[in-house]
């Protein structure tokens, strides 16, 4: 298995509280990334990180921030869980070098109620 | 922008017969191309990746897809089910610079009949 490690894998939240989820790999991968996976929808990126403090916003990015202050760790947050928020939550690594695979974590499985 | 469609949400096969999984895409430049494999409350598994070398690609579990770029196609085809390939399939594509962001169809939900 790929070195990345999700936490934590289940969380119930109430609506209107931050939620942090972690992402962490031995890799040394440059480039991380979240995704929430909803039925119908495939997985749909949020964030992603190409190097220590440098993120950008996916395509469904609103009400989510994230943090990448070290290689390993990249943090997504729900700055104010809202019921829509309830999902899946994946992260992804991706080594820097051309047409290599991404490998993922084992998902949040996150539900606010 | 590039985007993938996966032409069935659902797939229904009975165990040793063929399976067809169509996926088509949209790329202003050769794409690298991947199928990913997610079990019931797993993560997702690489099947195979298309990376511009030769076009038709085998993976693992007897899987094989095959890049054709005329038709803009990456369809995942298997010569005989088992029961262990249930689950859901997800066709990707990914940019070729920047993130090299991937992005994911909507997913086809493989059944298999006894």
């Known amino acids: 298995d790929a070195g990345i490690t999700q936490s934590p894998r289940h969380k119930v939240t109430e609506t209107g509280t931050p939620v942090t989820l972690r992402c962490h790999q031995t890799e040394n991968h440059r480039y991380m990334y979240w995704y929430r996976q909803d039925p119908g929808h495939g997985l749909r990126l949020i964030h992603y990180?190409?190097?220590?403090?440098?993120?950008d916003k996916g395509e469904v990015s609103d009400g989510y921030s994230v943090s990448r202050s070290k290689t390993e760790d990249f943090l997504l947050t729900l700055e104010s869980a809202t019921s829509s928020q309830t999902s899946v939550y994946f992260c992804a690594i991706r080594r820097q070098k051309m047409n290599t695979e991404a490998f993922f974590g084992q998902g949040t499985r996150l539900t606010v109620v | 922008a590039q985007s993938v469609t996966q032409l069935d949400s659902h797939v229904s096969v009975s165990e040793g017969t063929p399976v067809l999984l169509r996926c088509n895409y949209s790329?202003?430049?050769?794409?690298?191309l991947f199928w990913y494999v997610q079990h019931p409350n797993k993560g997702l598994q690489l099947l195979l990746k298309?990376?511009?070398?030769?076009?038709l690609v085998k993976g693992i579990n007897g899987f094989e897809a095959e890049f054709k770029k005329s038709e803009t196609s990456f369809h995942l085809t298997k010569p005989s089910a088992h029961m262990s390939d249930a689950a859901e399939y997800f066709c990707v594509v990914s940019e070729l610079q920047g993130a090299q962001k991937l992005v994911f169809g909507q997913g086809t939900r493989l059944t298999i009949n006894p």
């Open positions: 298309y990376t511009s070398a030769a076009t």
């Open positions: 790329s202003s430049y050769s794409p690298s």
């Open positions: 990180s190409y190097g220590v403090k440098d993120t």
